[in-house]
């Protein structure tokens, strides 16, 4: 496993959001919401596991994320490395109250994802 450099740690946190793309590329991406917990980044589908970007990041395990003028490749894991509670409560300290409308649903927390810089 690989882990985040402290000046990637604090873009990451600085930031509202960052565009994923599953796999090799030619995907545009999509942008998203991002939360750190214990430096280990998650973000969620609020539409749950049938959106389609949520779909391919499973199916695919890897691709990229820019945040800002950054592109990192990265492992992208359907799963949770922190609980449902510390990821919901990260969620509302950096967007307000009305993340729990977008990320607190069932299909939200079915739906998310634990990414890694590649090594």
Avoid at 48 to 71: D, F, K, L, M, N
Avoid at 89 to 109: I, T
Wanted: net charge neutral; no cysteine; hydrophobic share 40%.
């Amino acid at each position: 496993m690989t882990t985040w450099t402290p000046e990637e740690l604090a873009h990451l946190t600085a930031s509202r959001s960052l565009v994923l793309s599953a796999g090799d590329g030619g995907d545009p991406g999509v942008e998203l919401g991002m939360v750190l917990v214990a430096g280990r980044l998650h973000v969620r589908a609020h539409r749950g596991p049938r959106s389609q970007w949520y779909r391919a990041a499973h199916e695919q395990g890897h691709g990229q994320i820019r945040v800002g003028a950054v592109t990192r490749d990265v492992l992208l894991h359907a799963r949770a490395s922190a609980s449902a509670s510390e990821i919901e409560a990260a969620y509302r300290e950096k967007y307000g109250q009305e993340a729990d409308a977008l990320v607190a649903s069932p299909a939200a927390r079915a739906a998310t994802l634990w990414i890694d810089p590649v090594p």
